[in-house]
């Protein structure tokens, strides 16, 4: 039997049950569409950086399966089309959870099947179906702690090895890689990244056994640490499929297995991989979580214009020095630190009141990570205004934050180089520093750093005042 094998978020040969059970049966057809979003319906697209990505982990694919064909357009069209085409007897693809990907899958499952395609479509993006797990009432759930507690006593599967031998079919018809325009040019505001990352399935597992190795131990507290290697940086891989969850995990306890000392910092770990699954969970059931507040009370909040605040924020001048240092590695890196993220976001949305779409906007186009699920339930935790979320009230303070999680400076003064002379007793609050000393370490406010946004004090204040309109929006709603 011949199979038509579709990847999308699976970029791999191993843990791949696709291309795995079709390897079993015979000759395959290995094919990647990009599928343009005005042809897709997805309202949330891929960003920039996720398309470099995109790019250099296709080209890793292709590595490793000669026969893979690129094509563009219309997936509804092109694999029914492509199948007959062939003559494959069968479909086979991994499943995603995005809401305009599940229509789109089953409409073309729907087509394949009338037209007498054997069709299978298998979980190989996440540990756990997100309509495996209820709460003990039914229904999912809306709070990660019992969520965590129900999932992690379920057995994982054990990762599948990638075929030993494929034998392909023959299409003569596709896209060259570079077709598909994935890359930035004009400028070319990616070209140091292949010197930072390494996409693809070789990649990923490097990663993962350097992680393993060298960050997890102590990963449980120094994880909040931007200054220090303990993360694992392994989310961009996860996101296109590069590895799968259920490798990660197994490995991971595999290391707590040769290391009892290792179970607190591996079990952290395992949490955080829980959260990614927590947000997809929380997708599937809610798929209007990227763009509607998930509490509906928070459609009162009175936000601010966007104005030049935004950008301000989105180019790392909003004069906090641990905001700035975190926005600036994001337009390098294509990444930031996840207590940064934290830190970052929260600014934008409590010391600034923009709304938090602005932010997740902002992400999805400049982080190499940016899975709509985790993405849009992050933004919507540090809000107020999703599931299991931070109170709105918890309001980070971003010089108390850079003085404890980079309390000697070196992230700081590794993305704000301008400020590399100031010592750390005034590092996170230059607007708070007496004259002489900003002159002696060669700090003008306004000019060589900006003045700060907003004062502290006062935002919060602002802030509080603001959720003051989300209160009686509930109250009324009960």
């Known amino acids: 039997m011949t199979t038509l094998v579709w990847f999308r978020q699976d970029l791999r040969t191993s843990d791949n049950p696709a291309l795995h059970e079709a390897a079993n049966k015979g000759p395959v057809l290995p ?18 950086a996720s398309r470099w990505w995109l790019h250099h982990s296709l080209a890793a694919l292709k590595r490793n399966l000669p026969g893979l064909v690129f094509l563009r357009g219309n997936a509804r069209y092109l694999i029914p089309h492509l199948a007959r085409q062939t003559g494959v007897s069968a479909v086979h693809w991994n499943r995603c959870y995005e809401p305009h ?5 089953r409409d073309i499952k729907s087509a394949l099947k009338e037209e007498g395609f054997e069709v299978k479509s298998f979980k190989a993006s996440l540990l756990y179906e997100p309509w495996e797990l209820e709460t003990r009432a039914g229904g999912p759930f809306k709070v990660y702690s019992p969520f965590w507690k129900t999932a992690r006593q379920r057995e994982i599967d054990a990762p599948l090895s990638a075929p030993r031998e494929l034998e392909f079919l023959k299409f003569d018809e596709g896209e060259e890689l570079e077709n598909l325009k994935l890359l930035p040019h004009s400028p070319n505001w990616a070209a140091d990244w292949q010197d930072l990352w390494q996409p693809g399935e070789e990649g990923a597992e490097k990663r993962l056994r350097s992680f393993l190795k060298d960050g997890l131990d102590g990963y449980g507290e ?8 303990n993360i694992s940086r392994l989310s961009p891989h996860l996101h296109c499929g590069d590895i799968s969850p259920g490798k990660v995990w197994h490995e991971t306890r595999r290391r707590m297995s040769q290391d009892g000392a290792l179970a607190g910092d591996g079990m952290k770990f395992l949490s ?44 790392g001048q909003t004069g906090y020095p641990i905001v700035d240092a975190g926005m600036r590695e994001l337009w390098r890196t294509g990444y930031m630190h996840n207590r940064v993220r934290m830190v970052a976001a929260s600014f934008l ?12 906007a902002w992400f999805r186009d400049t982080l190499v990570d940016a899975d709509l699920a985790s993405n849009s339930a992050s933004w919507q935790w540090v809000a107020g205004s999703g599931a299991d979320a931070a109170p709105y009230f918890r309001i980070f303070n971003p010089i108390t934050q850079g003085r404890k999680f980079d309390p000697d400076g070196i992230y700081v003064r590794r993305w704000v180089p301008e400020l590399e002379k100031l ?27 900006p003045h700060p946004l907003v004062d502290h004090a006062s935002a919060r204040q602002a802030a509080l005042e603001g959720y003051e309109a989300v209160k009686q929006a509930g109250q009324n709603a009960s």
């Open 31 to 48: 094919v990647f569409i990009l599928d343009e979003p005005d042809q897709s319906g997805e309202d949330h697209p891929l960003g920039g």
């Open 101 to 105: 990907a599940i229509e789109r899958d």
């Open 423 to 449: 010592g750390n007793a005034h590092l996170f609050a230059p607007f708070d520093t007496p004259p002489e000393v900003l002159e002696r370490a060669g700090i003008t406010l306004g000019e060589t750093y």
């Open 349 to 360: 949305i409590k010391h600034l009141r923009l709304d938090w779409r602005h932010g997740e």
């Open 222 to 229: 120094l994880r909040n640490r931007p200054d220090r290697p």
């Open 272 to 315: 955080e991989l829980a959260w990614r699954e927590f947000s997809y969970h929380l997708l599937y059931h809610f798929p209007h979580l990227p763009s509607d507040n998930w509490r509906p009370a928070f459609d009162a909040y009175p936000w601010r214009e966007a104005g030049d605040d935004l950008r301000r924020w989105q180019m």
